[in-house]
């Protein structure tokens, strides 16, 4: 099977997902055919649509990339899989829809991840509770509440700000705001347009303790209150409360910190999330043909996988790293080449590894666990 993927995207801002889509997708051996694929139209919707061809047939896949639960039915009901971000927790009567999981806001923050966990496995903190809010797509109510609740209290330390609002900031620099994640005890997670924000995912990858209300939308598997994060009530009467306990209470807070790293590394890293997209386009292309073969041979196909993610091995295979040149140090211009490859090269493959060495497989069936 190959899977055609559009040489143009629905918009600017797609590419954002669109490149870690990718970059998973290499990582688990898919083969890639970059074709003319008519989109659907980016406003007021943001879906990029790609093909799968199975040698007898193509079908459509949608990745649903808008900030809402409403699907847009016409592409969910002629695509062979439509895969939802914003989830919503009550289902679709679209047997095509499924829940699409989440991303990080920029493919390059898996450069960065191999430091920024180190950064926070070190515990120096300089803040106790950290959140920092835009205010331009979204959540503009319950952003200015959290910020004003989190400012006024005096039993712990807290960094954060508003931006990209009407006479304030325009944007906030990423890098920066990544570095300031592992510095912090406690992260504070806010829904904007929709309950899902890529915040929260960045949270999760470095490896923070997060609180935030819980959503009305969900992941392809679950995350438990009290075990990955903690959930403060709808209306945040008691977010100061919940963030001075695990400001205080050290163990259960890097309890949490770390049930949330192992969340992300399992299933929202790019190569994991892909794999769950292959899987789950494997099984429905398997239904129509027989005789379907995985698309890639890291990936079992759906009917070979168990329920249960603790009773399987990994069966997904990491790509070996190519070997570096052997750098001539005699020379200055190799030094620097030496140098850079450290810098950058080294950092982007560590990234593309989930901290846990034996990844697990896709369940079929998200609601057994």
């Known amino acids: 099977m190959t899977i055609g993927w559009p040489v143009e995207l629905p918009d600017s801002g797609t590419r954002f997902v669109a490149d870690q889509i990718l970059a998973g997708m290499r990582a688990n051996g898919v083969r890639v055919e970059p074709r003319e694929i008519a989109q659907h139209p980016s406003s007021p919707f943001h879906v990029l649509l790609a ?15 808008d900030d809402w639960p409403e699907v847009v039915e016409p592409i969910a009901e002629r695509a062979l899989l439509y895969f939802k971000q914003q989830y919503a927790t009550r289902g679709y009567p679209q047997a095509s829809v499924v829940p699409g999981g989440y991303h990080l806001a920029n493919n390059i923050a898996y450069r960065y991840l191999p430091l920024l966990r180190a950064i926070r496995s ?15 797509y979204g959540g503009v109510e319950i952003r200015r509440q959290a910020f004003e609740l989190l400012s006024a209290r005096q039993d712990f330390l807290y960094e954060g700000s508003l931006f990209r609002y009407p006479g304030g900031p325009d944007d906030y620099p ?3 705001y990544l570095f300031e994640i592992p510095r912090a005890k406690v992260c504070v997670d806010m829904p904007g347009k929709g309950d899902l924000c890529t915040r929260l995912i960045d949270y999760l990858a470095v490896g923070a303790c997060v609180v935030g209300p ?15 994060l903690v959930h403060c009530a709808p ?35 790019r190569r994991q999330l892909v794999a769950y997209y292959i899987a789950e386009v494997t099984h429905a292309a398997a239904k129509t043909t027989s005789g379907s073969r995985p698309l890639s041979r890291h990936i079992p196909a759906a009917s070979q996988r168990m329920a249960l993610d ?15 040149p052997r750098p001539r140090l005699r ?29 697990s497989t896709w369940p079929r069936a998200a609601e057994d666990l």
């Open 174 to 176: 990423y890098r920066r």
């Open 122 to 136: 070190r515990r120096r903190f300089r803040y106790d509770v950290y959140g920092r809010f835009g205010l331009r």
């Open 331 to 359: 020379h200055l211009t190799a030094t620097m080449l030496l140098v850079l490859f450290l810098l950058v090269v080294v950092p982007e493959l560590l990234g593309d590894q989930p901290y846990d060495p034996r990844p």
């Open 214 to 228: 819980p959503p009305a939308v969900r992941l392809p598997i679950r995350l438990v209150d009290g075990v990955h």
């Open 310 to 324: 603790e009773a399987l091995a990994s069966t997904i295979g990491s790509p070996k790293a190519a070997r570096p």
């Open 51 to 65: 093909e799968i061809d199975d040698g007898h047939d193509t079908h459509t896949i949608a990745f649903d990339l």
């Open 235 to 269: 209306d945040l009467s008691d977010l100061g409360d919940i963030c001075a306990e695990l400001v205080r209470d050290d163990k259960e807070r890097e309890r949490i910190a770390r049930n949330g790293r192992d969340f992300f590394d399992r299933y929202l890293h």
